[in-house]
Nanobody, 116 residues
């Protein structure tokens, strides 16, 4: 059974940090490009960060560039999103996604709330 399970969300003050984790099972993580998306209330889901197979290439949304870092540990079947200097506008449900065309897997999401 394919599963992606996100964790690490929560409430944090502006300027704070969180590290999101995505645990993968039921498929060969190292064969998949992995990404993080987020969706705020009333807004469309947006791409936050992508990491290539092997981890050699990463890309970020302009809004998080320089503040967020995506990484992967294929030996542990884990993907991470380190989020620093968080802003109120980063509040959203964050989702992990694995893609190996035509397969695409999504997690259930973890809530991140940035508020004072």
């Amino acid at each position: 059974q394919v599963q992606l399970v996100e964790s690490g969300g929560g409430l944090v003050q502006p300027g704070g940090s969180l590290r999101l984790s995505c645990a993968a099972s039921g498929f060969t993580l190292r064969a998949y490009a992995m990404s993080w998306y987020r969706q705020a209330p009333g807004k469309e889901r947006e791409l936050v960060a992508v990491i290539s197979i092997g981890g050699g290439i990463t890309n970020y949304a302009d809004s998080v560039q320089g503040r967020f870092t995506i990484s992967r540990d294929d030996a542990k079947n884990m993907v991470y999103l380190q989020m620093n200097s968080l802003k109120v506008e980063d509040s959203a449900v964050y989702y992990c996604k694995g893609r190996l065309t035509p397969n695409e897997y999504w997690g259930q999401g973890t809530q991140v709330t940035v508020s004072s």
